[in-house]
């Protein structure tokens, strides 16, 4: 699919939420509660009557790898990961894991605006994935790109990033965090930033990649990763609109 089109669909699928999801989750949306933290269960029920509709679901996971006052989110793509009612499958899911002894968090203005940036990303992460799936032929596989480390973890890293889908997810999701955390600079100065990026509470998605083929800067995945980041960025560039609609801003 053009990458072009792949943005069209994605922006539209998230532009068409954005009402509905904006109901519950802001980046300001500890003003919609009252005291130092909120539980996460109602909260997800109440995001989840908004986002079922789309297709998403929210579920609160325990993680005893999550600091007790903490929350991570993570996302995954599955056609039919969850069945919610006959005929409807929840293609999109997302995880909000908390420690088993911290079922609320806070709801400090930083710390929603992280949330709520992360859930945009990580959906619209999903989303690529939902609609190359939609349009490739059933007889067609992702391309793979052959992974050539020697640690054990790094080559499962490598299978996993050297798909060619995740490859087209990552470049978008790191082409977005050069958008939105550097709005004043250009491609280049934002591109230095992403590589060198280090941070204690916020996760760049650049340094993941540059992490499993650290050995191979060369690797053809690597190679690609690049060239699509700057179409990605291209694309975003020119349509900011679409992410000061989402109320996506630096972090």
Avoid at 34 to 52: D, H, K, Q, W
Avoid at 154 to 161: A, I, S
Avoid at 211 to 224: R, S, V
Wanted: charge should be neutral.
């Amino acid at each position: 699919m053009q990458l072009l089109t792949l943005h069209k669909k994605i922006t539209d699928d998230a532009l068409s939420m954005r009402k509905a999801v904006e109901s519950v989750l802001t980046p300001m949306s500890q003003q919609r509660y009252r005291g130092t933290s909120m539980y996460l269960a109602p909260f997800l029920s109440r995001l989840n009557e908004v986002t079922i509709p789309f297709r998403v679901n929210n579920e609160l996971v325990e993680d005893i790898t999550v600091d007790p006052t903490g929350l991570q989110l993570t996302a995954q793509w599955w056609p039919t990961r969850l069945k919610t009612r006959p005929r409807r499958r929840i293609d999109i899911h997302i995880e909000w894991h908390v420690h088993p002894q911290g079922r609320s968090c806070g709801v400090q203005t930083e710390d929603w605006q992280r949330r709520h940036f992360y859930f945009w990303s990580y959906l619209m992460h999903e989303l690529a994935h939902r609609h190359q799936n939609n349009h490739r032929s059933e007889d067609v596989l992702s391309q793979k790109f052959i992974p050539t480390a020697d640690n054990e973890d790094l080559w499962d890293l490598q299978v996993y990033l050297g798909d060619f889908d995740e490859i087209e997810a990552y470049a978008h999701d790191i082409a977005l965090e050069m958008i939105i955390w550097f709005p004043t600079l250009g491609y280049r100065s934002a591109f230095a930033q992403m590589k060198k990026f280090q941070h204690e509470l916020i996760n760049a998605s650049y340094p993941l990649f540059a992490t499993a083929f650290d050995e191979t800067p060369k690797h053809p995945a690597m190679l690609l990763l690049r060239k699509k980041i700057q179409g990605w960025y291209r694309i975003m560039d020119t349509q900011r609109d679409i992410y000061r609609a989402l109320q996506l801003g630096p972090l």
